[in-house]
Nanobody
Framework: QVQLVESGGGLVQAGGSLRLSCAPSGRSFSSYAMGWFRQAPGKEREFVASSSRTGTIIYYLDSVKGRFTISRDNAKNTVYLQMNDLKPEDTAVYYC?????????????????WGQGTQVTVSS
């Protein structure tokens, strides 16, 4: 199994920014497609963003397009989620996910490895 550790969550005002980070262990970072999901209390877990192994192919949840950016630095063994113009509806636990497949998709079942999550809270 691969362990994923997220960091960077916190409390921000609406319109503010946060950057989440995630570093996998077990295999070479460049071997993984990486992504982010989120889950608000009482709601289903939903796809946020994903990046292929090389960072060339990227997908986003429609509601975060233009505000969130997923990126990866293979040399630093880290994937990021830059979140700008945060809204109260972005409040959720954010999970880093990894897949051995070369491309990341939008479905949770595509990702074998999940982190413990980091809380993001956006106040009005």
């Amino acid at each position: 199994q691969v362990q994923l550790v997220e960091s960077g969550g916190g409390l921000v005002q609406a319109g503010g920014s946060l950057r989440l980070s995630c570093a996998p262990s077990g295999r070479s970072f460049s071997s993984y497609a990486m992504g982010w999901f989120r889950q608000a209390p009482g709601k289903e877990r939903e796809f946020v963003a994903s990046s292929s192994r090389t960072g060339t192919i990227i997908y986003y949840l429609d509601s975060v397009k233009g505000r969130f950016t997923i990126s990866r630095d293979n040399a630093k063994n880290t994937v990021y989620l830059q979140m700008n113009d945060l809204k109260p509806e972005d409040t959720a636990v954010y999970y880093c996910v990894a897949s051995n497949a070369p491309l990341g998709g939008r479905q949770a079942g595509e990702y074998k490895y999940w982190g413990q999550g980091t809380q993001v809270t956006v106040s009005s």
